[in-house]
């Protein structure tokens, strides 16, 4: 008699409808302008990287540019393929 109370209770809830937390709007504005930062900072980097790889080149120097070079694509592949990894997980 309990369990029939029971099913009856919980077949009288209906399924609620998915909806946005209050604050999503504003996250996702967010979200995009951090996402925009990132790529202006990795096309920054690497411009920067090339330019200085073009100055020890031409002066002769030591050449630590390639690295700085090769960090700034790697972490620009990261950065824009993180949304693609949290889609992926979620």
């Not at 504005?29 to 200085?52: D, E, H, M, N, P």
Request: no cysteine; proline share 6%.
């Amino acid at each position: 008699m309990l369990l029939a109370a029971v099913t009856d209770t919980l077949a009288q809830i209906g399924n609620p409808t998915p909806e946005a937390p209050p604050l999503a709007d504003k996250i996702m504005q967010l979200v995009r302008y951090l996402t925009w930062f990132i790529l202006l900072s990795g096309i920054i980097a690497i411009t920067v990287a090339g330019g200085k790889f073009a100055w020890e080149k031409w002066t002769g120097s030591s050449m630590e540019s390639p690295k700085m070079v090769a960090g700034a694509m790697i972490g620009g592949v990261v950065a824009t393929s993180a949304g693609t990894i949290m889609n992926a997980m979620l």
